[in-house]
């Protein structure tokens, strides 16, 4: 690739990014979608959506858009130290009940009911709990998957999550490869760099030049296929093994540092996601920052290379968080007159590092965090 090359390929129109989803279309059009040789980096506090919003802005709603069109090859290599593969399956499975089916609620059985909160209720979110066998009534007894949810979970999963996962035996062996290579193992940074470094000898050639005594360099990279799309997440930096007697800070900064070269050479996408620090709740800094009270990059906890490194760095705030005590978040009232939360499953997320458009910029969503959605807020 050249600077000719590559300015045919934007003409072309070849540079434009893969859609992140309706419930995130302010985002997607702000950057362009998700594009290749781009690191985009996600940070929160504990449970707030990090994970949701990579799977549905970086791999769900990017699939369904490549697959209208399959002009290009995609692959993901889903790097994830904290939930397993068939966690991520069913979770998945979730998100495609309520997007081709419009499921999101299951009424229970006659006379069947279950306590939330206090509350009998005769009618529960659809969710990956409820499809995995792990709820139960107030009598102690799993409510089970009705009989025409089953039948369109069966679809789902033939048409849905084989296509993207592959087909698994009983034993967890790969019988047929989907478009996500799904790595639970640890490994620390030089082993996920060895794996990719191999991945990219199989689907291309590297470019060596001799540099006096130090010998041979890498100085680029000819794929096979140019136009192939590769989306590397990694959930979550700070679960990396050290390596080397390492500090964390010190191993999340040689991961960071592995994606630039990659993204560099082979064009590979990242989207490393990590936890914000506890400063957030700082008395001093909620007083000053009043309803604008956000995580900055300044909040990554153990790394400051990854903002700076980073061509977009995102993000989240759940504002109805309690320990915030805030009634407005830039200008829109949270709570009501009797002070319940008007938007219980607001989520910000803001753009707050970036080498290719302004920022900051802030976007509210709704996170459906059983269905593993977002939606726009109306």
Same mark, same amino acid.
Request: with cysteine.
């Given at each position: 690739?050249?600077?000719?090359e590559?300015?045919k390929?934007? !003409?072309?129109? /070849?540079? +434009?990014g893969?859609? *992140?989803g309706d ?7 702000? &950057?362009?979608?998700i ?8 940070a929160?506090a504990?449970?707030i959506g ?14 369904l858009?490549w ?8 692959e ?11 966690s991520?399956e ?9 997007h ?6 299951v009424s ?8 939330i ?6 009618v ?6 409820y499809?995995?066998g792990r709820?139960l009534?107030?009598?102690? !007894?799993?409510? /089970?998957? +009705?009989?025409?949810? *089953?039948e ?6 033939a048409?849905r &999550? ?15 490869p ?5 790595i639970e193992?640890k490994?620390?940074p030089?082993g ?5 470094m ?7 050639k590297?470019?060596h030049?001799?540099?006096g005594?130090?010998?041979?360099k ?5 794929p ?5 799309i ?16 390492f500090t964390?800070?010190?191993t999340?900064d040689?991961?960071?540092?592995y ?5 560099n ?9 990590i936890h914000t620090?506890?400063s957030m709740?700082?008395v001093?800094?909620m ?15 153990d ?10 760095m ?16 830039f200008?829109?009232?949270l709570?009501?007159?009797h002070?319940?939360?008007?938007y219980?499953?607001?989520r910000?997320i ?12 802030h976007f509210?969503?709704?996170m ?11």
């Amino acid at each position: 690739m050249n600077f000719i090359e590559e300015f045919k390929k934007g !003409q072309a129109e /070849k540079n +434009k990014g893969l859609y *992140m989803g309706d419930g995130l279309s302010g985002i997607s059009k702000a &950057i362009n979608g998700i594009q290749r040789k781009r690191i985009y980096g996600i940070a929160s506090a504990p449970k707030i959506g990090k994970s949701t919003f990579v799977d549905y802005g970086f791999v769900i709603s990017p699939y369904l858009e490549w697959l209208k069109t399959q002009n290009v090859n995609i692959e993901w290599i889903y790097f994830s130290f904290e939930i397993d593969r068939v966690s991520k399956e069913f979770d998945f499975a979730t998100y495609f009940l309520y997007h081709d089916y419009g499921i999101e609620a299951v009424s229970l059985e006659e006379g069947q009911t279950i306590t939330i909160n206090g509350e009998k209720r005769t009618v529960i979110e659809l969710s990956p709990d409820y499809l995995r066998g792990r709820l139960l009534d107030d009598n102690n !007894q799993i409510i /089970k998957v +009705k009989p025409a949810i *089953m039948e369109v979970l069966k679809e789902v999963y033939a048409n849905r &999550i084989i296509p993207l996962f592959g087909e698994y035996s009983d034993t967890g062996s790969l019988i047929t490869p989907g478009k996500i290579t799904f790595i639970e193992e640890k490994e620390n940074p030089t082993g996920v760099r060895k794996f990719l470094m191999r991945k990219a000898e199989r689907e291309g050639k590297f470019v060596h030049a001799f540099f006096g005594e130090n010998g041979k360099k890498i100085i680029g990279y000819q794929p096979d296929d140019p136009d192939k799309i590769t989306i590397v997440i990694i959930d979550h930096l700070r679960k990396l093994p050290p390596e080397r007697g390492f500090t964390l800070k010190q191993t999340v900064d040689k991961m960071i540092e592995y994606c630039v070269e990659l993204r560099n050479w082979c064009g590979y996408t990242f989207a490393p996601i990590i936890h914000t620090n506890r400063s957030m709740s700082d008395v001093d800094r909620m007083k000053y920052a009043k309803d604008e009270l956000f995580p900055t990059s300044e909040d990554i906890k153990d790394t400051g290379n990854l903002s700076e490194d980073a061509d977009y760095m995102f993000t989240i705030f759940n504002p109805n968080d309690e320990k915030f005590h805030l009634s407005k978040h830039f200008g829109m009232d949270l709570k009501d007159r009797h002070n319940n939360p008007l938007y219980p499953n607001l989520r910000t997320i803001h753009l707050v590092e970036s080498r290719h458009t302004f920022y900051p910029q802030h976007f509210k969503t709704i996170m459906r965090g059983n269905l593993k959605a977002f939606e726009l807020l109306k």
